[in-house]
């Protein structure tokens, strides 16, 4: 695996399971499945070899292509009390023709 952090290379299959946090169910995000893409909420540090090789390994497709999208959080107020949303990253995921995931089965 390809960290930016050196401490979370590791070869053990969880280390897949720490760059994957979850998948995106939105419209725009189901929407990409017409054109063989799952989006997923990953972690921070991560990159696009590290997400491709994690994504790969488990659930066993080929992947053609990674796009990387950074949320920056926002600032909320809610009953006039100031929130901070968190910054987030996302994985959009091509997958090569004939592979699918389907997202709504879990991990």
Known sequence: MIFADKKQQGGNAS?????ILAPVLTEKATNGSQHNQVTFRVLKS?????????????????????????????????????????????????????SSIDVTTGL
């Open 15 to 19: 280390a897949s399971y720490e760059v």
């Open 46 to 98: 991560a990159t696009k070899p590290a997400i491709k090789q994690a994504v790969e390994k488990i659930f066993n497709v080929k992947v053609k292509a990674v796009n990387t999208h950074n949320r920056q959080g926002k600032t909320k107020r809610f009953r006039g009390r100031v929130g901070y949303r968190s910054d987030v990253k996302f994985a959009v995921v091509t997958l090569a023709e004939g």
